[in-house]
């Protein structure tokens, strides 16, 4: 969107935002508003989440004051709920989008029936190939990783 000045993409939101510090109050407030050249009610106001430093919020918080909440989207619409639901920095927000799967549409594989179906039979297929138990109410777990 052409007026957005921001645009937040969440992939791992409690990775993006906490940085795992004491309480900043008092003195190490004023410490951190030094290193950002920032007032004190600034850095407690957009960079202070619980208690605790969070990069995060400062964009949630721009992307509230000055684009109306718009301009916020993770990775996948199920993770976009669940951030949404999770993280209380985003909370404010009325709405985080997910983004589509950026492969090609000419390289996606044409469902010929429901995407629970789909899925559904994956999963038994998967339980089969791997000799586990074939129950369609089990859940699955796949990890996937990336170096940061």
């Known amino acids: 969107h052409p007026s957005l ?6 992939h791992n939101a409690e990775y993006e935002g906490t940085i795992s510090t004491d309480m900043i109050t008092g003195d190490k407030l004023e410490t951190m508003a030094k290193i950002w050249n920032l007032p ?3 850095v407690s106001r957009h960079l202070v989440q619980d208690g605790r430093l ?26 976009a709920m669940e951030a949404h639901n999770m993280y209380s920095v985003l909370w ?12 090609l549409s000419e390289e996606r594989a044409v469902l010929t029936e429901s995407l629970s179906e789909a899925k559904r039979k994956a999963k038994l297929e998967i339980q089969a190939l791997f000799d586990l ?11 996937l990783g990336r170096l940061v």
């Open 5 to 10: 000045k921001v645009l937040l993409v969440l």
């Open 40 to 42: 004190c009610d600034k």
């Open 54 to 79: 969070n990069m995060l919020k400062g964009a949630v918080d721009f992307v509230l004051e000055f684009q109306g909440g718009k301009g916020v989207c993770a990775v996948s619409q199920y993770y």
């Open 92 to 103: 404010p927000l009325d709405k985080i989008e997910g983004l589509d799967n950026p492969m």
């Open 133 to 143: 138990n074939v129950d369609p109410e089990a859940r699955i777990f796949v990890s």
